[in-house]
C-alpha cells in the first residue's frame, strides 16, 4: 500500500515541471486576458430578454472557455505521444495511475486558457449579471413595485429600465456584480491552493533530487531543440538529394551549398527507429544510470518499455 501511494505521489510531478512551463502557463494567462477584454468591448451584448439572458451569458463564459481547452490539448506533446504511445504499444506498460494521472497531466495544463477566461469574466461581471438579473427575486428589494417581474429584471443589464426603477437597477447590479466577483476571487484563491499542494506533493515525492531534475529538464530542452534544427537541416539536404537525383541538379543558395557539403546524408531513419523514440516517456535507470528520454533510452540500446531485471523504473513521467 505504502509503494501504490509512494508511486501515485510521484506522479503529481506531472504538473509544472520546469521553469519554462510556468512561463509559458503566464504567457498563455496574459494573452487570454488580451483575448477576454477584446470579446468584452468588441462582441459581449446582452438580450436582455428573460430566457435569453441566462442562455447567453452562460455561453459568454462556457463556449470560449471551452474552445480554449480543447486548443490546450491539442497543442500538448502530451496528447500526441499519448496517442502514438497507444497506437504503438497500448498502455499494458502503464500502472492505473500513471494513466489516469497523464490525463491529468493534459488536462491541468490544457485547463490554464479557461480558467483564466472565466475568473476574467467573473471579475468583470457582465455576464453573471446578464445571465442572473431575471432571478432577483422582487422581493429581496425593499419597496419594489408589485406591477414589474422578470421581464423588466432582464432589462437591468442594459439600462433600459423605467426611470423610477432606476435605484433598483443599480442595486441588483451591485448585488450581482458582488456576488460575481466573489466567486471569480475564490476559483483565484482553490486554483492557488491546489498548485501550491502539487508543487508541495511533487518536490517532496520527486525520486530525484532537485540538481538532477533540472539537468534533466536542461536536457530535454536541449535534446528537443537539437532534434529540431537537426531534423530540418537533414531533411532539407535529403529533399536536396532527390530532386537533384530527378532532375540533374538542384538549385541551391550558398548556405544550402555548404550544408549539403559539410552534412552528407546517405539514407533515411527507419520506421522502427522513429517510433522507438515517439510516445510518452517515464523516467527510468539501467544498471543504476539514468535515462533520459526515449532517445537516450534508444541510443543506450535498452529495449523494450517495462521495467526489466537489470533496469529500474521510477515512474516519474517527462513534462
Known amino acids: 500500500m505504502a509503494a501504490l501511494i509512494a508511486e501515485n505521489f510521484r ?45 447567453y451569458g452562460l455561453a459568454a463564459i462556457g463556449v470560449p472557455a471551452l474552445a480554449l481547452f480543447l486548443i490546450g490539448v491539442i497543442w500538448n506533446n502530451h496528447t500526441w505521444n499519448l496517442v502514438a504511445e497507444c497506437h504503438k504499444r497500448g498502455t499494458k506498460n502503464f500502472s492505473a495511475a500513471a494513466t489516469f494521472l497523464l490525463f491529468g497531466s493534459i488536462m491541468g495544463r490544457a485547463a490554464v486558457a479557461p480558467v483564466t477566461w472565466s475568473v476574467i469574466s467573473l471579475l468583470r461581471g457582465e455576464a453573471y449579471i446578464c445571465a442572473l438579473s431575471e432571478f432577483v427575486r422582487p422581493s429581496s428589494l425593499d419597496k419594489f413595485p408589485a406591477e414589474y417581474g422578470a421581464d423588466v429584471l432582464a432589462r437591468f443589464p442594459c439600462k433600459d429600465v423605467p426611470a423610477n426603477l432606476t435605484k433598483f437597477r443599480d442595486e441588483v447590479t451591485r448585488r450581482l456584480r458582488y456576488e460575481s466577483q466573489l466567486f471569480g476571487w475564490l476559483l483565484i484563491g482553490i486554483v492557488a491552493v491546489l498548485i501550491f499542494l502539487t508543487k508541495c506533493l511533487k518536490h517532496c515525492c520527486s525520486p530525484l533530487s532537485y540538481r538532477q531534475e533540472a539537468y534533466w529538464a536542461q536536457y530535454r530542452s536541449n535534446e528537443d531543440k537539437l532534434s529540431r534544427r537537426t531534423a530540418e537541416v537533414h531533411s532539407r539536404i535529403l529533399a536536396a538529394k532527390n530532386v537533384k537525383h530527378f532532375f540533374g541538379f538542384v538549385a541551391l543558395d550558398k548556405e544550402e551549398k555548404e550544408l549539403v557539403q559539410e552534412f552528407p546524408v546517405e539514407g533515411v531513419q527507419p520506421s522502427p527507429q522513429w517510433n522507438a523514440i515517439t510516445g510518452v516517456y517515464i523516467y527510468r535507470e539501467n544498471k543504476g544510470f539514468p535515462l533520459y528520454s526515449r532517445l537516450h533510452k534508444w541510443a543506450k540500446g535498452v529495449e523494450g518499455n517495462g521495467p526489466s531485471p537489470e533496469g529500474h523504473e521510477m515512474l516519474f513521467l517527462a513534462s
Open 11 to 55: 506522479f503529481l510531478s506531472l504538473f509544472f515541471k520546469s521553469k519554462d512551463v510556468m512561463i509559458f502557463n503566464g504567457l498563455v494567462a496574459l494573452g487570454t486576458v488580451g483575448s477576454e477584454e477584446l470579446f468584452s468591448v468588441v462582441a459581449f451584448n446582452c438580450p436582455c430578454s428573460p430566457a435569453r439572458n441566462y442562455i
